[in-house]
């Protein structure tokens, strides 16, 4: 059974930095995209960043560019994705996710993925 478990979510001041990770199980996701979503309440699900199977090609949405890092480490399984100048507009539910097929690129959009964590929440305060 495929599972992906966030973590290092919580509440951080404005400008200050969080670090979260996604640990998958039940399959080697070595050969698959990667990604992080974000939902705030009241919108919708947005993509923060995604990264392909061996971590030489990332995407950034504009609102986090040059302040959020993606990474993965396959030997573990895991992605990361470093927060860093924190803004309250950041404050979300963060999810990862793994795309549901193989492939040497990224995705951006939601329906490529085919696994889910259950999130992890962020907020930042002003």
């Known amino acids: 059974q495929v599972q992906l478990v966030e973590s290092g979510g919580g509440l951080v001041q404005t400008g200050g930095s969080l670090r979260l990770s996604c640990a998958a199980s039940?399959?080697?996701?070595?050969?698959?995209?990667m990604g992080w979503f974000r939902q705030a309440p009241g919108k919708e699900r947005e993509i923060v960043a995604a990264?392909?199977?061996?971590?030489?090609?990332?995407y950034y949405a504009d609102s986090v560019k040059g302040r959020f890092t993606i990474s993965r480490d396959n030997l573990k399984n895991t992605v990361y994705l470093q927060m860093n100048s924190l803004k309250p507009e950041d404050t979300a539910v963060y999810y990862c996710?793994?795309?549901?097929?193989?492939?040497?690129?990224?995705?951006?959009?939601?329906?490529?993925?085919?696994?889910w964590g259950q999130g992890t929440q962020v907020t930042v305060s002003s």
């Open positions: 039940g399959r080697t996701f070595s050969n698959y995209a």
């Open positions: 990264i392909n199977w061996d971590g030489e090609s990332a």
């Open positions: 996710a793994v795309s549901g097929h193989h492939s040497g690129s990224y995705y951006t959009t939601s329906y490529e993925y085919g696994y």
